[in-house]
């Protein structure tokens, strides 16, 4: 993979670098006892995946408020990854279900901020799961490379 | 002594704030005996120039109403900004962009084609559109620009206090005016509200079940609703949960869920978000479990208009503030 030109090049300031290949920034917030525990595995497993996610561990996908979501959108964030228990499973019985609700509505909010709704995506990945983990960040990963950058800059006029 | 001199004016709004001051009635009086009235284009004849001759700070305090969403209102603001000791956002639209704000659900480009070209009502077959100068035989016309992005008055001048409220009920008005004549000034930055969100306060609060379920979502008119329940339990969105009390629940007692223009309870950083966030964890809770993942959309589904629903007055002041400008649009 080399060096993930996309956040160094944020943090180093050297836009050139970023403009000659995209990197997509997500953020990854992961549920204490499944899929964080899932991303876990996948790294004492050496399974290889895309560096692009930054992980967020959150004790229930519910607990990711959805201004959390948006405030990661206004900060340069190209894609968000919410990570929960499957359905079920849920460590507090029903947080998952509360987590689907919440973002099915914000996709459909996102669409009137002119922002993609397949740049949120919700998965249950359980602790067992690190090959699924590692599958479905580099498929994230690829899918909002395609989208480009998302850039919520605001215009002054 | 000279009495303190206060100043109105009114940026992008309905003139709905302009009445609420009339509504005051004969409180109104207690305001004039106390004030002096140097500006307030609604109802006192006072021009640009004569706000423009007072010195710096004079005016005691200028209240203004309407978000920022020109050119002209933009200096307005700073004029006034300049000349006055303190300014308080009056209404939902200084306070966070308002009504209006939801124009910031589109461009200026698109806003002027509906109205000016596509809307059925107007006749404009040369496609003329309004120009901030043109050119006539007797001189050069002009107009103010119009922006792309309706603006809350925090964000183009300093403010000292919020009035929230669309508009703001005449006690609230009556006891700011009282606080800031006394002398007693509260913390610079503070809304003039109190702090509790409005289901704290509702006059329904009692019916509340101890779970909270929406079963289906209906909307006001659908239904005719028990004014004595809780709106969440009768399925009509009602924004109480995430919306800043002291409104004197007007709506709620004229039977119509709270539609949130005291704008968000404090700590509260982005009042639609959190809006959705609260629906969306009460709706259609039973049975989920066999739930797929089409069964939850169309559950959703039946909540019409989210964006507009849950930003109805907070647009310009949530978190993204506006629809993402595409780069040609710039």
Redesign the interface.
């Known amino acids: 993979m080399g060096i993930n030109m996309g956040i160094c090049g944020d943090v180093l300031g050297k836009k050139d670098l970023m403009e000659k290949t995209f990197e997509p920034k997500i953020i990854c917030f992961l549920c204490n006892w499944c899929t964080y525990a899932g991303a876990d595995l996948a790294g004492t497993s050496r399974i290889q995946y895309k560096p692009n996610g930054i992980p967020i561990r959150v004790m229930c996908s519910s607990r990711v ?3 959390h ?3 990661a ?2 900060h340069g964030a190209d894609g968000v990854l919410i990570g929960g228990c499957h ?2 499973d849920c460590h507090y019985q ?1 947080g998952n ?2 987590t ?3 973002v ?3 996709e ?2 996102l ?5 993609e709704p397949n740049r949120l995506k919700l998965e249950w990945i359980s602790a067992s799961e690190g090959r699924k983990y590692a599958k479905v960040i580099d498929e994230f990963i690829e899918e909002i490379r395609k989208l480009g950058p ?1 850039a ?6 | 002594m000279a009495k303190p001199k206060v100043a109105f004016y009114w940026c992008a709004s309905c003139g709905g704030c302009e009445e609420t001051v009339v509504d005051l009635n004969e409180d109104i009086l207690k305001v004039t005996a106390a004030v002096d009235i140097v500006f307030w284009p609604v109802a006192l004849d006072f021009k640009r120039k004569d706000v423009e001759a007072l010195g710096k700070g004079e005016i005691a305090v200028s209240f203004i109403n309407g978000a920022i969403r020109s050119s002209e209102q933009e200096e307005m603001v700073k004029l006034l900004r300049e000349k006055s000791g303190l300014v308080v956002a009056f209404g939902s639209c200084a306070h966070l962009g308002g009504i209006v704000g939801l124009a910031n659900f589109w461009t200026k480009k698109e806003i002027f084609e509906n109205v000016y070209k596509t809307r059925y009502t107007t006749v404009n077959p040369d496609g003329v559109f309004p120009q901030e100068k043109t050119e006539t035989k007797e001189g050069t016309l002009t107009l103010p620009k119009f922006y792309d992005t309706v603006k809350t008055l925090d964000q183009t001048i300093d403010v000292d206090y919020y009035l929230p409220g669309c508009p703001p009920p005449p006690s609230l008005i009556m006891s700011a005016v009282t606080t800031i004549l006394s002398g007693k000034l509260p913390e610079k930055g503070a809304v003039l509200a109190p702090n509790k969100s409005l289901c704290d306060t509702c006059p329904r609060a009692d019916t509340k079940p101890e779970k909270l379920i929406m079963k289906e979502i209906k909307r006001p008119h659908e239904i005719m609703a028990d004014p004595n329940k809780c709106f969440l339990e009768q399925g009509i969105i009602c924004l109480g949960p995430v919306t800043r009390a002291g409104c004197e629940e007007r709506c709620i007692n004229a039977n119509m869920p709270c539609r949130g223009c005291f704008g968000p309870a404090k700590g509260i950083e982005d009042q639609g978000a959190k809006g959705l966030s609260a629906i969306a964890s009460i709706l259609g809770v039973e049975g989920e479990e066999k739930m797929t993942d089409e069964e939850a959309k169309k559950m959703i589904d039946q909540i019409v208009d989210p964006a507009g629903t849950f930003y109805r007055f907070s647009l310009p002041a949530s978190l993204l503030k506006r629809k993402k400008m595409k780069e040609e649009v710039k």
């Open positions: 408020d959805p201004m979501i948006l405030w959108f206004k359905p079920g029903n279900y509360k689907r609700r919440r099915f509505l914000l459909k909010v669409k009137d901020f002119g922002i998302l919520m800059e605001q215009s002054e006029e």
